[in-house]
């Protein structure tokens, strides 16, 4: 075994790395730092021939089993300045980073264009395989491009923006290469000049009375964080993963029938049709508050499903599931899963 070979654990218990909390255990685990480690252990992985997955900091995951393979930690840490012009910086951050530390930390530089994705769960490598996104921005936003490992070869690969194929909640890492790279480090560009971005209704509505001259990319961020606090509830107190589903997209024509149903039913113009709010679906659905044993929908938000101690992967995924089955009955409309199920 080489030297710098980080430890591999068997037999792990997940409950502490996945913001749900259930109880699952992993056959093997392995926490790696750098990509030389990560080459190493995908090597050893496929000499055992077991899957494997790869977890930040388990906030967009439900269990609803225990997982018969390797879950590797990346816990890549750095943020290094690759460029910098008068109105833009380049940063280059490693995949495990805390994504709203990184946020924080920019900010504290005088880096803008990340205000707006304060305090979004998960790790900087996460953020572009899902395309994160709140309050009328997302991560293809700022990013420059991107290093990721092919499994395949075990040679790093970039990618440009482009490259990444990005739409709604969507990337080339979650469709043509899923399972087929590792991203090990993102750059995104930043401007050194402030350039709000405050459409978003609920943001927009948070800071109407504040004065134009008052209006800061830190205090769109403290108010995000505020908005964020107030409808999600702290997956350290009750175990969540926030949005559980995507919220949906309908054409005009299915819009306009919704409406002469339900003249009150939001919905949002974009390119990809009309979006409505999966939470209004679900809470007129009747689900908003529902609990049953320790599995239930969060009181003060309907998109959120939450354990309340003991609850089961499994509890939860049935739960989910009857959810869909409800609002697809009383909208025609098919919600799916933002979070990953495994």
């Known amino acids: 075994m080489s030297p710098a070979a980080p430890a591999i654990r068997r037999d792990v218990d997940l409950r502490h790395l996945n913001t749900f909390h259930v109880g699952a255990r992993a056959s093997y685990f392995v926490t790696v ?51 910098e012009t008068a109105d833009h910086v380049d940063v280059k951050v490693q995949a495990g980073e805390i994504w709203h530390d990184f946020v924080v930390y920019s900010l504290g530089q ?74 090990c480090a993102v750059t995104f560009r930043l401007s050194r000049h402030p350039r709000l971005v405050l459409d978003y209704p609920a943001l927009k509505s948070a800071l109407t009375a504040v004065a134009p001259d008052q209006l800061t990319p830190q205090l769109v961020s403290d108010t995000v ?28 024509q299915q819009f306009e029938r919704l409406k002469a149903q339900y003249p009150h039913i939001p919905g949002y113009a974009d390119p990809d049709g009309i979006k409505v709010p999966a939470a209004w679906l679900i809470e007129q659905a009747g689900w908003k508050g529902y609990r049953e044993g320790d599995v239930g929908v969060h009181k003060d938000h309907a998109l959120v499903l939450v354990n309340y101690g003991k609850a089961t992967g499994a509890e939860l995924v049935a739960l989910s599931q009857k959810i869909q089955a409800s609002v697809l009955d009383k909208f025609a409309i098919q919600l799916w899963p933002e979070v990953r199920i495994v």
């Open 33 to 83: 730092t750098e990509a030389s480690q990560l080459q190493w252990v995908l090597q050893w992985q496929q000499q055992q021939q077991i899957p494997f997955m790869l977890i930040g900091q388990g906030s967009n995951i439900l269990f609803k089993a225990d997982y018969p393979g390797l879950i590797i930690e990346l816990h890549h840490r750095g943020i290094e300045v690759v460029a």
């Open 110 to 183: 005088h880096w803008y264009g990340l205000e707006n994705l304060s305090l979004i769960p998960g790790t900087v490598g996460a953020a572009p395989v899902q395309n994160i996104g709140a309050y009328g921005v997302e991560v293809k936003d700022s990013l420059l491009e991107l290093e990721a490992l092919e499994l395949a070869t075990g040679q790093l690969r970039r990618f440009t923006n482009a490259d990444c194929q990005f739409s709604y909640r969507q990337s080339y890492f979650k469709q043509q290469g899923k399972d087929r790279f590792v991203i």
């Open 225 to 252: 964080c505020k908005i964020r606090r107030s409808k999600l509830p702290d997956p350290g107190v009750i175990g969540n993963a926030g949005s559980f589903f995507w919220n949906p997209h309908v054409n005009q």
